[in-house]
């Protein structure tokens, strides 16, 4: 009979399946995701709006993302949404550049990778607005 409980291992589970996306940042991410996201970055032809658009799901919900005013580099008077973890997004900028570096592309731009979030943000506010009709 093992003496652990079942909420230490469904903690260890989750732990092994998680991956932490920098080695000095604490921002961690489903293994499952992460390798999704590179595979299909790899494939396609815009690598870093893509791998930049599937990680977002693994560091946030679809609900932070509907719910927030995005990274919120223009922030607009009276707008009282929370803006997305500051840390999560630029340790997500950060890995996106370190993977680029590692696999021997050019650095992607500012504007491309801010692009890819923007559009997510956009598409989880229209899954959530059809998750609230549908219901």
Same mark, same amino acid.
């Given at each position: 009979?093992?003496?652990?409980?079942?909420?230490?291992?469904?903690?260890?589970? $989750? &732990?092994?399946?998680?991956?932490?996306?920098?080695?000095?940042?604490?921002? /961690?991410?489903d293994?499952? *995701?992460?390798a999704?996201? *590179? !595979?299909?970055?790899?494939?396609?032809? =815009?690598?870093?709006? /893509?791998?930049?658009? &599937?990680?977002?799901?693994? #560091?946030? /919900?679809? $609900?932070?993302?509907?719910?927030? %005013?995005?990274?919120?580099?223009?922030? @607009?008077?009276?707008? #009282? !949404?929370?803006? #997305?973890? =500051?840390?999560k *997004?630029?340790?997500? @900028?950060?890995? *996106? %550049?370190?993977?680029? &570096?590692?696999?021997?592309?050019?650095?992607?731009?500012d504007? +491309?990778?801010? $692009?890819?979030? /923007? $559009?997510?943000?956009?598409?989880?506010? &229209?899954? +959530?607005? !059809? =998750?609230?009709?549908?219901?």
């Amino acid at each position: 009979m093992s003496s652990k409980s079942t909420l230490e291992v469904d903690i260890s589970t $989750e &732990k092994n399946n998680l991956s932490k996306l920098l080695g000095n940042s604490n921002i /961690t991410i489903d293994k499952v *995701v992460l390798a999704m996201a *590179v !595979r299909l970055a790899k494939k396609l032809a =815009k690598p870093a709006y /893509t791998l930049t658009m &599937k990680l977002m799901p693994g #560091l946030f /919900t679809t $609900e932070e993302m509907a719910l927030s %005013r995005g990274q919120c580099l223009l922030a @607009k008077q009276g707008d #009282l !949404r929370p803006a #997305l973890d =500051k840390d999560k *997004v630029f340790v997500s @900028k950060d890995y *996106v %550049r370190c993977w680029f &570096k590692a696999n021997g592309f050019s650095d992607p731009s500012d504007s +491309l990778i801010n $692009e890819a979030i /923007t $559009e997510k943000i956009s598409y989880a506010r &229209k899954q +959530l607005k !059809r =998750k609230l009709y549908s219901a």
